[in-house]
């Protein structure tokens, strides 16, 4: 174990890329003109994320073929996905998002490195630099530039050596992670020549509020945001690449680290919490270990004589609601279907009390994510415009699947957000090696924290497993 260091070069500030050419790809066929309606939880996520899927050098497919029949895919799945063609904008009525469907388009650019893929270093850092992989629109402060403002560009990027990136920037009102994982799925089947491997569900009125609103449920975990027009609120993205004073590492856990923290975690823990579907999961463990490192790293600022042991700590993590509606959302559901299960414990107890019990709290933000729960929360933010907050905040990248896309060329070596969090936000991202034989996978953590704080939580990250 180890934190991961890029090796021999520190991470490059220009990846030497020149822009060839851009277009606007549009629907291959006529679409419909009409307004998309965007739930609560759709409302709230007007920013982009950006992500950089990296490919080797293939025989057959040259990066300017390759170029060339995304750009022809995008143009077909740009009718099945007419609202990524779109633009969001604001209904004068009611003041809430909305995506007129206007077939507008999408950007597609063709770019170059002078640098081979080897000479980048390494891809599961999530370097500034490759930004230079993307194109990075400025945020949407007024009206008429929200509603110019395309929610969907691609960035095809040859290196010397053959290899490239697929540098992709989604508005958040378009997708989730699931459900852009959906997507790639099926610009890989399109490319290929197949029909769509998913038919996509674009109703997202199926999250729409009840009339009248109820919240049944006190949402602690839910933060309102200032009385402002919604395009000029502050944003909710978790990315932040302006976190200067901060210090950031990528801290590795393997399988079998994980597979330790869940034997932990079973000490103590209810006989069936550890059967197959049971409290003690991967991400259950993961999550509590984290949240415990970070809380306890950063305790010499607490003082105990202060009260500082007693003060509550929450972690915020998202979970998926699709399954848990009632009836069920169709899988194939393209909006934001996630909202955040939180977990409460004071400093002391997570200095404390056994490791299951840190766990057990984790597991109960997923478990109280019932369909009137899920009710309440949406309803809440018919009444009340707000984001999720909390002190820790657990994004997790490690299971999409994004590397697991087959396109014809071959899957991705490896996929990764493009810029680092801030400091409230620990990034999840998946293992770049192959599955060890019947073990899973392990999993990177990037936190960034003060300096003074983070020696003692890399302390903690690796020689608390042998103490749980």
């Known amino acids: 174990m180890g934190t991961l260091q890029p090796p021999n070069l520190p991470p490059l500030k220009d990846l030497r890329v020149h822009h060839l050419a851009t277009t606007t790809v549009v629907p291959s066929e006529p679409t419909e003109p009409r307004s998309m309606f965007l739930s609560n939880i759709d409302q709230v996520l007007n920013f982009d994320v950006q992500t950089v899927h990296f490919f080797v050098a293939r025989e057959g497919y040259p990066p300017e073929a390759v170029a060339e029949k995304l750009e022809a895919a995008v143009g077909r799945l740009l009718v099945p996905y007419d609202f990524l063609a779109g633009r969001a904008r604001v209904n004068p ?18 770019a170059a490195s002078d640098l081979s893929l080897d000479e980048v270093g390494d891809l599961v850092y999530p370097n500034p630099a ?20 395309p929610l969907f560009r691609i960035q095809v990027t040859s290196f010397r050596c053959g290899a490239f990136a697929m540098g992709i920037s989604a508005s958040h009102l378009t997708f989730d992670g699931l459900s852009f994982k959906m997507f790639l799925d099926n610009l890989a089947a399109f490319v290929a020549g197949k029909p769509l491997a998913v038919v996509p569900c674009n109703d997202r009125r199926l999250l729409a509020a009840r009339s009248p609103p109820k919240v049944t449920f006190p949402h602690p975990d839910l933060q309102p945001l200032p009385d402002l ?64 490192c970070k809380v306890l790293a950063a305790a010499e600022d607490d003082h105990e004589d202060d009260g500082g042991g007693e003060r509550p700590s929450t972690v915020i993590y998202a979970v998926d609601i699709r399954s848990r ?65 909390g002190d820790v905040l657990v994004s997790s990248w490690w299971r999409l699947g994004f590397a697991e896309v087959d396109f014809p060329w071959g899957r991705p070596i490896y996929c990764v ?21 019947g073990t899973g996978t392990g999993v990177y953590a990037l936190v960034g924290m003060p300096s003074k704080h983070m020696e003692k939580f890399e302390s903690l990250f690796y020689n608390s497993i042998s103490n749980y």
């Not at 230079?132 to 110019?148: F, T």
């Not at 984790?362 to 809440?380: K, M």
């Open 229 to 292: 027009p919604p395009v000029l609120e502050p944003q909710a993205s978790i990315l932040d690449p302006n976190a200067a004073h901060l210090q950031f590492k990528l801290l590795h856990l393997r399988s079998r680290d994980i597979a330790t923290l869940k034997e932990k975690a079973k000490r103590g823990a209810p006989a069936d919490a550890a059967s197959p579907g049971g409290t003690i999961t991967g991400f259950n463990v993961v999550t509590a270990h984290v949240w415990r």
């Open 93 to 110: 009525e009611d003041g809430r998002f909305e995506i007129d469907c206007n077939g507008a388009g999408v950007g597609f650019t063709r």
């Open 417 to 437: 957000p493009v810029v680092i969090p801030n400091g409230d936000i620990v990034v999840l991202l998946p293992d770049k090696e192959p599955n060890p034989a």
């Open 130 to 149: 490759f930004r230079q992989l993307v194109v990075v629109q400025p945020e949407a402060v007024s009206l008429e530039y929200l509603e110019k403002r």
């Open 325 to 389: 509606m009632r009836p069920p959302l169709p899988k194939s559901y393209t909006g934001n279907a996630v909202l955040t299960g939180y977990g409460t414990a004071t400093r002391g107890e997570l200095r404390d009390a056994p490791f299951f019990r840190v766990v057990e709290a984790v597991r109960e933000g997923s478990t109280r994510l019932t369909d009137e729960y899920a009710r309440s929360a949406i309803d809440w933010g018919q009444l009340h415009r707000g984001v999720p907050h």
